[in-house]
């Protein structure tokens, strides 16, 4: 789905007007310089001669330079928000059919006058076929010879299909490892419903790919096309390097937003690099959108390098701050240091209640979004509902390359400097406390904590439970807790959850958090004293039967030796009435 991020958008906004253009004014635009060119999907030679002047293509702009792209706009006052409301409205019908994967699909192909049509009936999105999205969609989807969309129907081609494609390659889909096995099975059901062991033989297209999939996997080889990177992105400059790869800040020409795209540096096919790179994939695919995780937006292979879009960070990484910050003889105080560890902990907490652990957490995966000052109420909303940071910085955890599950670990092991030491000895058993671990040393080298070292004796003090040296005056309860979270036994160390709510980090909570244990306790006295009672009841009942019944059997006893004297003698007695009635 398109979406629209906040932030960035004010420098932006004239540049995607350029690509937010009304359309109806698309017809009158020559000079237009973003050309887009029209072609259809599987009826190119018949239509092409139909509506020559529809004919859209993503061509990267006649100057490389943004500048001059941006001067091009044919609406450059337009502000943001109005092009995200024209686009969405323009959008939402056309971007249904690629994305739903519900059998209305289909009809609405068969279907020119329904609004889809109408709300834009020139442009037709197609994916790239080489998406993984897009392969699996193209397993949901009858194929367009079938119930394809009438003829003389244009689809806009981002990026054009590979000659070789053909009906098998529909058929190529990774198993993301991270997704829940009900998930899967459900996904490859037809009719949503959940299989059986014995049914997943099935004659079915979802079970075909199962079966196919150890043979037949979508790897990165699999794609050699036109760059789809320079086709949808206007490149703005080299943003960081990292072991992995390269990343670039760009602007994508269809939605005018700015993005971080994360190139490979070496090519991937076949290397354990292409694994690391999956599993980046995956995890961010899984994960899905939460506020303190870099959002993840799409991926595709390129030229044998994986190609990454997440959102873009505008005050860039962590360790990029804490370099400016070593430079200047600074660094983050007391509060903002909370906010880290407060912040960076729910992204955490998120991430181990999803069934997985980053296991790369350091200053250079944490990544900064100063939030821009939107008007109007509907920014006001957005910030309301979004988290209640008062200083408009969020942190977010990014670089999911190490990312693992926490029931089926296959580690792969991130910096030394920040690695726990069980991580080390092989023990899996407390994985996600090893991101608590690193994310401990990460607030100390915030704190103003020399650079930590690699191996050697101090990596071992270190280990023991030792905080490195902070050169800053900090409470003592939260050095305690930094001392906690990097403590020599894992299972000692607080959970994300429990950081969440701690009283170091969050005072108000805190309080709340002391007066219900207090009632807790008093419940429980309250409890204890409430059996006592019972017992007490019951004993004193108890009692009181016994003494009643005790009383009775006396009573009985002497009754009944009563009546066996009146016995024996009412014998004489009857005898005596017996004789008196004769
Ligand atoms: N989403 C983003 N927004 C802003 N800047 C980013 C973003 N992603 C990466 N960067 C910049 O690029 C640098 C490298 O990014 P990243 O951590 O993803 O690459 P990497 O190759 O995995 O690096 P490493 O292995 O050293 O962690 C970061 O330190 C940061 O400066
Ligand atoms: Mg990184």
Excluded at 348 to 365: A, C, M, R
Excluded at 484 to 493: G, Y
Excluded at 518 to 525: F, T
């Amino acid at each position: 789905m398109l979406s629209f991020p906040l932030t960035e958008q004010a420098n932006i906004s004239s540049t995607c007007s350029v690509l937010c253009a009304n359309m109806d004014d698309w017809d009158n635009s020559n000079d237009f310089i973003q050309r887009l060119d029209f072609s259809s999907c599987g009826e190119e030679s018949e239509d092409r001669s139909v509506n020559e002047e529809d004919s859209l293509s993503l061509s990267p702009p006649r100057s490389s330079e943004f500048q001059k792209w941006q001067e091009s706009s044919p609406l450059p006052g337009t502000p943001q928000r109005k092009l995200s409301e024209i686009f969405l409205s323009r959008t939402k019908a056309w971007m249904s059919p690629t994305l739903k994967s519900s059998p209305s699909v289909s009809k609405s192909w068969s279907k020119p006058e329904t609004p889809l049509h109408i709300t834009w009936k020139k442009l037709q999105l197609c994916d790239t076929p080489h998406t993984p999205k897009s392969l699996l969609s193209k397993t949901a989807f009858p194929s367009p010879a079938t119930k394809g969309p009438p003829k003389g129907f244009r689809h806009l081609r981002l990026t054009p299909r590979a000659d070789s494609e053909d009906s098998s390659q529909a058929s190529l889909v990774n198993i993301n490892p991270f997704t829940p096995e009900s998930y899967r099975q459900m996904l490859f059901h037809p009719n949503g419903k959940r299989k059986t062991r014995g049914e997943l033989n099935d004659h079915h297209p979802g079970s075909q790919i199962k079966q196919e999939l150890p043979t037949k996997r979508y790897t990165l080889k699999a794609s050699n096309m036109v760059s789809r990177y320079k086709k949808e992105f206007l490149e703005l400059e080299k943003i960081g390097v990292g072991e992995f790869g390269s990343v670039y800040k760009c602007i994508k020409r269809l939605d005018g937003c700015v993005y971080a795209i994360k190139r490979s540096k070496r090519p991937l096919a076949g290397s354990s690099d292409e694994q690391l790179a999956l599993r980046e994939v995956y995890a961010h695919a899984v994960l899905g959108h939460h506020p303190h995780v870099v959002r993840y937006y799409s991926a595709w292979a390129e030229d044998n390098h994986m190609i990454i879009q997440n959102e873009h960070c505008n005050g860039g990484s962590l360790q990029d701050v804490l370099l400016e910050n070593a430079k200047l003889g600074q660094y983050f105080p007391e509060r903002e240091l909370k906010e880290i560890l407060l912040q960076v902990s729910m992204g955490l907490k998120y991430i181990h209640n999803s069934g997985l652990v980053h296991l790369d957490i350091k200053p250079s995966n944490i990544f900064i979004c100063h939030k821009l000052a939107v008007s109007g109420s509907a920014g006001q909303e957005e910030s309301d509902s979004e988290d209640e940071f008062s200083a408009g910085v969020v942190y977010k955890i990014g670089d999911l390359g190490h990312v693992t599950s926490i029931t089926n670990p296959q580690v792969e092991e991130g910096d030394r400097r920040f690695l726990a030491n069980e991580i080390l000895q092989e023990q899996y058993c407390y994985l996600p406390k090893a991101d608590i671990f690193a994310l401990a040393l990460t607030v100390a080298l915030a704190a103003g904590a020399a650079a930590l070292p690699h191996n050697g004796a101090l990596w071992h003090h270190i280990r023991k439970g030792n905080v490195p040296h902070i050169p800053q005056k900090l409470p003592h309860s939260f050095l305690e807790l930094l001392k906690l979270m990097i403590h020599p036994d894992p299972a000692q160390r607080p959970s994300a959850t429990a950081l969440t709510k701690h009283p170091v980090l969050r005072p108000s909570c805190g309080k709340a958090v002391q007066l219900q244990e207090q009632l807790n306790v008093e419940k429980c006295k309250t409890a204890m004293l409430e059996r006592e009672l019972k017992a007490a009841r019951l004993a004193q009942t108890l009692m009181k039967d016994q003494a009643l019944g005790s009383a009775k059997l006396q009573e009985s006893e002497t009754s009944s030796k009563q009546k066996s004297k009146r016995l024996v003698g009412g014998k004489s007695c009857r005898s005596f009435s017996f004789t008196l009635g004769f």
